[in-house]
C-alpha cells in the first residue's frame, strides 16, 4: 500500500518541494513565448524614438528656414510675390506641430503608456493633414514663382529680381522636401501606433485551471473525482 501511494504520488509532483511538473512545463513555454515578443518591443521603442527625433530635428529645419524667409520678405520687400508662402504662416506654425509630434513619439517610446500613445496616434494624423497642407502651400510657391520670373523684365533691378527669384526657388523645394519627410514619417508613426493598439487592445489573458490554481496535479484531482463518484 505503501509503494503505491508513493507511486500515484510521484508523477504529479517533479519534487518534493518543487511546483508540478505541469506548471514547471508552462513556465518555460511561457518564457520561450515572451522572449521574442519583448524583443520585439524593444525594437519598436527604439524606432518610434528615433523617427520622433528626426521629426523634431526636421521641424527645427524648417522653422529656421521660415524664420530667414521672413527676415528675406521684411528686406526685399519690393518681390514679396516671391514669398507667398510666408504670408500664410506655415514655416512658422507647421513646425511646430512637426516638433510636438516628435516630442510627444520621444516620450512614447521611452515609456509606452496606452494614454501616450493614443496621444501620438492622434496628433501624427494631425501632422499628416498639417503636412498635406505645407505642400499644397509650397507648391503653389513655385508655381507663383515661375509666373513671377516675368515680371522681372519689367523690373528696374532686373537682376535682383533674378537672384531673389532663384533663391526663393531653393528655399522653396528645401522645405517642400523637408515637408514631404516629415509627411513620410507622420504616416508611418501613426501605423505603428495604430499596430501597438490593436495588439494591446487584442491581448487575451490566460488564467490558470482549476487543477493548477488548486495546486493539485490533474491526476489526483481525477482519483478523488472517481472516489467521490464511488
Not at 509606452?112 to 493614443?118: D, G, H, I, N, S
Not at 528655399?171 to 508611418?188: P, V, W
Not at 488548486?214 to 473525482?225: A, L
Amino acid at each position: 500500500m505503501a509503494s503505491q501511494e508513493v507511486g500515484n504520488a510521484g508523477p504529479g509532483k517533479a519534487s518534493a518541494g518543487g511546483p508540478p511538473a505541469s506548471q514547471a512545463e508552462s513556465v518555460l513555454v511561457n518564457n520561450s513565448v515572451n522572449q521574442p515578443i519583448d524583443e520585439l518591443q524593444n525594437h519598436w521603442k527604439e524606432k518610434l524614438q528615433a523617427l520622433g527625433a528626426i521629426q523634431i530635428l526636421n521641424g527645427a529645419m524648417i522653422l529656421i528656414l521660415g524664420v530667414f524667409l521672413g527676415s528675406l520678405q521684411n528686406r526685399y520687400h519690393l518681390f514679396r510675390h516671391f514669398f507667398f508662402v510666408f504670408y500664410t504662416a506655415y514655416p512658422l506654425w507647421g513646425p511646430i506641430f512637426f516638433i510636438v509630434s516628435g516630442s510627444l513619439c520621444v516620450a512614447a517610446g521611452r515609456k509606452p503608456t496606452r494614454v501616450l500613445v493614443q496621444k501620438t496616434f492622434e496628433m501624427s494624423i494631425t501632422s499628416v493633414a498639417v503636412a498635406l497642407a505645407g505642400f499644397v502651400l509650397l507648391s503653389i510657391n513655385l508655381a507663383v514663382n515661375k509666373l513671377s520670373f516675368r515680371s522681372c523684365e519689367s523690373s528696374q533691378s532686373q537682376d535682383l529680381c533674378i537672384f531673389m527669384g532663384i533663391f526663393s526657388n531653393g528655399l522653396m523645394s528645401l522645405m517642400l522636401i523637408l515637408t514631404l519627410l516629415e509627411l513620410c514619417i507622420s504616416i508611418s508613426v501613426s501605423a505603428m501606433c495604430f499596430i501597438e493598439s490593436s495588439c494591446n487592445s487584442n491581448k487575451v489573458i490566460s488564467f490558470p485551471s482549476n487543477s493548477h490554481s488548486s495546486g493539485m496535479p490533474p491526476d489526483e484531482n481525477k482519483s478523488e473525482s472517481k472516489e467521490i463518484q464511488a
